[in-house]
């Protein structure tokens, strides 16, 4: 029997299972579409689809660099447990070293792992160990330099924090005290300097700062006028918030002499021009139940 798109689309839904392997179970078993289901629960991978809606935000972030280029990766678990886990770590560095030649997550998925796409290898990989995982994001930087760092490593290049920061001149030494910085300064930085932020991120922060400032305004006892507000305090904290999140304005951790970033990247002849930080689960929204949640939950299944 010919596989159409609608059988697919039917034995997705039903099972959860990825495009490649639905079809290939309806080829194997002619189209029938219980034998299917069947066909992908012995393989695991129906298995793995139910596990797809627990959250996943534990894990592990790798970081690779090859010559003038480096790549982050975060796939994660559903708990810490699992990063602590020999097979994971090998999946992850393995996946990390197949991003290094790719452009973006959907061709990483794609990329060939030990004979399997990073895709498969990753659905099998639920069904064995019994959680739900996902294959985040990625991001790459590219320079004349790329060092790396990461904050409490589990094994080579892998850990909860990961770095990569790309820069022309400078020394080994100064590129990954810089990646350090970025590990461990707070607030974490989000752009390179002010033309690199996010506009999105700049006009909440000054939608926050006019409302703020407007009501501790209205609640004083002396009051300032609005022009002042708008003209003086306003831009005044836009700039400070600017600092604290640009990069080459923090100042660098590492300095005893309150240096900036941008400064000691000059005193170290390096001009900085690109950095990547993940952060496993950074973003992620965990739902917790309560106990007799979980089990009206579970009756209700």
Do not use: C
Request: charged residues 25%; glycine residues 8%; aromatic residues 4%.
């Amino acid at each position: 029997m010919a596989v159409t798109a609608s059988m697919i689309k039917e034995l997705r839904e039903a099972t959860g299972a990825g495009m490649m392997d639905v079809k290939k179970a309806l080829t194997e078993t002619d189209g029938d579409m219980d034998a299917a289901v069947d066909w992908l629960r012995t393989k695991g991978l129906a298995k793995a689809a139910k596990k797809a809606g627990r959250t996943a935000a534990e894990g592990l972030v790798a970081v690779v660099v090859d010559g003038g280029k480096g790549v982050a990766i975060e796939l994660n678990s559903e708990t810490d447990f699992v990063g602590k886990n020999e097979d994971f770590q090998k999946m992850v560095g393995a996946i990390a070293a197949a991003a290094i030649n790719v452009d973006d997550l959907d061709a990483l998925k794609a990329a060939t792992v030990n004979g399997k796409t990073v895709e498969e290898t990753v659905t099998e990989a639920i069904a064995t160990i019994g959680e739900n995982m996902t294959l985040r994001r990625m991001a790459k930087v590219s320079g004349d330099n790329v060092f790396s760092y990461v904050h409490n490593s589990v094994a080579p290049g892998m850990g909860k924090i990961g770095v990569l920061v790309a820069m022309t001149g400078g020394s080994e030494d100064f590129g990954r005290q810089v990646a350090m910085h970025i590990a461990a300064a707070d607030p974490r930085p989000q752009a390179l300097n002010e033309s690199e932020l996010d506009p999105a991120i700049m006009a909440k922060e000054l939608e926050i700062q006019t409302a703020k400032a407007l009501e501790e305004n209205a609640a004083s006892d002396k009051p300032k006028p609005e022009q002042v507000i708008h003209n003086n305090i306003i831009p005044g904290r836009m700039k400070k918030f600017v600092a604290d999140v640009s990069l080459l304005d923090q100042q660098f951790v590492v300095s005893a002499d309150k240096q900036t970033v941008a400064q000691a990247a000059a005193q170290n002849g390096a001009t900085i021009t690109g950095f990547v930080r993940f952060e496993v689960g950074e973003g992620i929204e965990v739902v917790k139940e309560d106990f007799a949640a979980e089990v009206a939950k579970a009756a209700k299944g």
